[in-house]
């Protein structure tokens, strides 16, 4: 690690700052808004988000580095619970078509399912109550444009973020770019492993990975492996885990036990592993805004079983020259043998690339994706 060295050793740069105050980030510009407090009190917090459009909310001219984001929005509205799954966002680097970032904003930060959760990690901290935090180096040599799109049927009056960068006079030789690419099966199909990266080519570094996986079958869900088919790997990858739970740095079904000697799993947040969020509860309709005297359903609040986890190859990169699949197995166990399972899998891939573009794949519809 060198994380505290690192900070010692002077490299020249200009620190910047993208907010609603200052949304070109310019030197000698933030916190200049009045408010009903006068002259540079807070004038402005936040921007909104309408309905149905992708609002540019960084645009840089590089070469820079994107070194910290926050951001903030509420997380339902009286025309659905699942905001975080309703806002897309994106990252453009060097006037690229395609996107290297586009993910739903929940996700990208480790919150999956359209529902909050704290995350304790080194590249991604998400705080009380819903502040979503990346420390993801992300450098750029002409340009960087962060949109978020409000797909959402209801304008959302209130976004607030904070993109910290730094302007460089030059990038390092072979430096990088950061992608993340959001994917999902509503239902995967028996013994055909899920596919989070297909076919990437190029060169680069996978870094991390973020799972959203909902329950469809009943027992143990976590013995599948993941599988890293690197530069012309075929029938067999080079680099595998020896089950789900494994690979997110756990281990026997992540079981505690209570003084009953009853099993339930313990979730954790490490710097580089984690499984921060898992319920059984349908919480969409607690403090749902419908204008009803009786909000909650009826039906009560069971819900599917959904496990959130990461883990972040940051120590340990996955290296490619060439090309890169990367694949999880659906495998279960019933405590008697194991089987092959459907389950509902959506996932977050997070790698450095040589390439600035991303890889063009169409985002799911609003409807697609959809917690269940």
Not at 11 to 24: C, F, G, L, V, W
Request: with cysteine; glycine share 8%.
């Amino acid at each position: 690690m060198s994380l505290l060295n690192e900070i010692t050793q002077y490299k020249k740069s200009q620190s910047r700052a993208i907010t609603p105050e200052n949304p070109t980030g310019e030197k000698g510009k933030a916190a200049m808004q009045s408010s009903s407090l006068g002259p540079s009190r807070k004038g402005k917090g936040a921007i909104p988000l309408k309905s149905g459009e992708e609002t540019v909310i960084a645009q840089i001219t590089g070469p820079g580095i994107i070194r910290h984001m926050w951001m903030t929005i509420r997380d339902r509205t009286e025309f659905g619970s699942f905001v975080l799954r309703d806002l897309i966002l994106r990252i453009y680097w060097d006037d690229e078509e395609f996107p290297a970032v586009e993910s739903p904003l929940g996700d990208f930060f480790c919150n999956g399912f359209g529902q909050r959760c704290d995350v304790n990690s080194l590249p991604i901290v998400v705080n009380p109550t819903g502040g979503f935090n990346s420390y993801f180096e992300m450098p750029f040599q002409s340009s960087a444009k962060v949109t978020i799109e409000n797909q959402h049927p209801k304008d959302m009056t209130s976004f607030f973020y904070t993109i910290n960068y730094a302007l460089v006079d030059e990038l390092v030789e072979n430096t990088m770019y950061f992608h993340a690419n959001w994917r999902r099966e509503r239902i995967t199909q028996y013994q055909q492993d899920y596919q989070l990266i297909s076919g990437l080519k190029g060169s680069g570094y996978y870094v991390g990975t973020y799972l959203a996986l909902t329950s469809l079958e009943r027992y143990w869900w976590g013995e599948g492996e993941f599988k890293f088919y690197i530069d012309g790997d075929s029938e067999y990858p080079t680099v595998t885990s020896t089950g789900t739970e494994d690979y997110f740095g756990g281990a026997w079904a992540f079981h505690e036990f209570d003084e009953f000697g009853r099993p339930h799993a313990k979730n954790y947040c490490t710097p580089f592993l984690g499984y921060p969020y898992q319920s059984n509860r349908d919480t969409t309709r607690e403090r749902f805004e419908t204008g009803k005297l009786n909000a909650v359903h009826a039906f009560g609040d069971d819900g599917l079983p959904c496990h959130g986890l990461y883990r972040w190859h940051l120590q340990d990169p996955i290296v490619f020259n060439q090309e890169l699949t990367v694949t999880l197995q659906q495998i279960g166990n019933d405590d008697v043998q194991l089987f092959e399972r459907q389950d509902d899998v959506a996932t977050v891939a997070y790698w450095y690339s040589k390439e600035p573009a991303g890889q063009g794949v169409p985002m799911l519809s609003r409807r697609e994706r959809l917690p269940r």
